[in-house]
């Protein structure tokens, strides 16, 4: 049989660049959209989610990362003493300041972490490790923000909140959800540079002992320390995503430009398939009339719409990766993950297919009378 | 295929229609179209029915044709009540034994004129070698084998009512119905169509029923039925 789908859209070359481009542009569209809130999203938990510790013990009413109080590191010692717990360190987020050289300011978000532990240190490291953290006045900056915090090199010397610190490393590409970059120190460096008391701590991080149930040792913990929250890993990082999601405006904002975004890629779509499919409505309805099977022009109509998706959703994740990768590079963060780019494909193809449906509905109910007019 | 209809119909009348009327209601508003038409249309026959506009002529080459349903009456192929078929049967029916000629040609711009009667041959189940033999047959019974694989946008008005005819003719339907065939072509070229046409009545024993309003082709009809009004006003 001859290919009628794949010629009725390869055909009309100019029409053709007209469907492809605005499913391309739709899946371009959804990509960045969906993908700034994404990167939004994830910014917010970076820590949380790359700190490969079972459990986070803060202050009680914790609700997110930045919102923690120091409470007495008599605690630590609690948790250390908790049958299950494998290993279990003091940590500290909090706010700071940063001293430029040449006297400017900025607010910055140190990370006080013990440089021996697996758990909640710098990642993505790029330049320097995480032992370098032993020196005197050792930090380690994101090189994202080498130009916003004025240290390009490793040995450029600032000052945080009154104290030298000295670059020993850089990570790539933890970005803060906030305007204040992270600075990773030692714990008991970042005592001094947040003005925490020695004898206090502002997190715990755990790690369960092999084969330890980790929702019976969260339960022990909490039992242990009233005073305390005892969060898993995960839902500490659902806590701190949905505070900032969704009980601030900036949250919200991008949640719907994100969903602006599908809905504007979804119409575009369906209206690009629609046209496309209704240019031909005059040979649907011919098909009809000699005696072609409902699912024999159901078939072409659909067959179309899926090269169209699946041409349209190639060139649009073609240009999408560039947009994405340059937008990386002039500091936005759109996420592009796999799980993302699966999911538009199937969403693609599902707009195709739904828009190819509306119109069938309209070929199907075709006046006969319409074939037999010139 | 559908058990309704044999595979092929030897009845010298291929349809027979009794009674037939049809309204299109729009709203509150009812528009009589045909009203208690009897017609039986004869295998080796040129039937032109013809009429002023708004007399019920496409609405009645639709309802011999499968494509409308009637509002009353029945509607015999090959002696067979067709308006007694289910809706999803009838498409079937028109495959097997219904070839269509329009006023406007109604080729597939995307494909070849030998890939138009292919595509029709496909639907009928003849396909690859044998579907590309028949076509290649049918473009020199209609006199256009140079046009095999030209696009319908390279070739004149005429040769593309050619190739109408071959996709009409292509899995040897019983019957062929035209709706104004030599409307879109100038007088030399509507005459050597219809001439086509009639041949394929009077050689290959089909019922050809042709709507026209063109005065010229009286000469090739063996049988002129006249509508007015929805009725027939004259069968002669």
New interface residues.
């Given amino acids: 049989?001859?290919p009628?789908a794949r010629?009725?859209l390869f055909?009309?070359r100019i029409r053709l660049a007209v469907t492809l481009t605005g499913i391309a542009f739709s899946v371009v569209l959804m990509v960045v959209q969906w993908g700034l809130f994404e990167g939004f999203s994830s910014s917010t938990t970076g820590i949380i989610d790359h700190s490969h510790a079972d459990l986070w013990i803060a202050a009680k009413n914790t609700t997110y990362l930045e919102q923690a109080i120091p409470f007495n590191e008599r605690k630590y010692y609690q948790v250390l003493a908790t049958p299950g717990v494998g290993h279990a360190i003091k940590y500290i987020v909090r706010w700071s300041y940063w001293k430029e050289p040449n006297g400017h300011t900025e607010t910055i978000a140190v990370v006080g972490c013990d440089p021996d532990s697996f758990m909640g240190g710098p990642y993505n490291l790029v330049a320097g490790d995480a032992q370098q953290l032993k020196q005197p006045n050792a930090i380690i900056i994101d090189r994202m923000y080498a130009n916003k915090l004025d240290a390009h090199a490793i040995g450029d010397m600032v000052e945080v909140n009154g104290f030298r610190a000295k670059v020993v490393g850089f990570t790539d590409g933890i970005r803060a959800f906030t305007t204040s970059p992270y600075v990773f120190t030692t714990f008991k460096r970042a005592l001094d540079f947040t003005v925490i008391d020695d004898d206090q701590t502002n997190f715990i991080l755990v790690k369960a002992a092999p084969g330890v149930d980790i929702g019976q040792l969260k339960a022990e913990l909490q039992r242990r320390l009233p005073d305390n929250v005892v969060f898993k890993t995960a839902e500490f990082s659902a806590s701190t995503r949905h505070y900032w999601m969704f009980t601030t405006g900036a949250g919200i904002a991008v949640l719907m430009a994100a969903a602006l975004g599908l809905i504007v890629g979804i119409a575009v779509v369906a209206q690009t398939i629609y046209a496309t499919t209704m240019d031909h409505i005059?040979?649907y309805g011919?098909l009809?009339?000699?005696?072609?099977?409902?699912r024999?022009v159901l078939g072409v109509i659909m067959q179309q719409a899926a090269i169209a998706a699946v041409l349209g959703y190639a060139i649009g994740m073609a240009v999408s990766v560039f947009v994405v990768h340059g937008a990386s590079k002039g500091g936005a963060n759109i996420l592009l993950s796999w799980q993302t780019a699966i999911g538009l494909f199937f969403l693609t193809l599902g707009m195709c297919a739904s828009a190819a449906v509306v119109s069938v509905k309209k070929i199907l109910s075709l006046d006969?009378?319409t074939?037999?007019?010139? | 295929m559908n058990a309704a209809l044999p595979e092929v119909f030897h009845l010298a009348d291929a349809i027979t229609i009794r009674g037939i009327t049809k309204n299109y209601d729009e709203g509150a508003t009812s528009t009589l179209a045909l009203d208690g038409v009897d017609l039986s249309v004869r295998r080796g026959e040129v039937t032109l029915l013809m009429g002023p506009s708004g007399s019920g002529k496409t609405t009645l080459l639709s309802i011999m044709g499968c494509i409308l349903r009637p509002t009353c009456g029945q509607v015999l192929l090959g002696g067979r009540d067709v308006t007694a078929l289910r809706e999803a049967d009838l498409p079937a029916v028109r495959l097997r034994h219904i070839g269509f000629v329009f006023q406007g040609f109604n080729l597939f711009p995307t494909l070849t004129a030998s890939e138009n009667v292919e595509l029709t041959l496909g639907l009928k189940g003849v396909k690859g070698h044998q579907a590309k033999d028949e076509a290649r047959r049918l473009f020199t019974l209609v006199g256009i084998a140079e046009k095999y694989d030209a696009f319908p946008a390279d070739i004149s008005g005429g040769q593309k009512q050619r190739v109408a005819i071959a996709r009409a003719v292509a899995g040897s339907p019983e019957v062929i119905l035209a709706d104004e065939p030599t409307a879109a072509l100038d007088s030399h070229t509507g005459k050597t169509i219809v001439e086509m046409m009639a041949a394929l009545a009077h050689d290959e024993d089909r019922a050809v029923v042709i709507v026209t309003h063109d005065n010229r082709l009286i000469e090739y009809a063996d049988r002129i039925v006249r509508l007015e009004d929805g009725r027939i006003a004259c069968d002669a």
């Fill in positions: 049989m001859p009628l010629r009725n055909h009309d005059r040979e011919t009809k009339a000699m005696g072609a099977p409902n024999y006969p009378a074939v037999f007019k010139s």
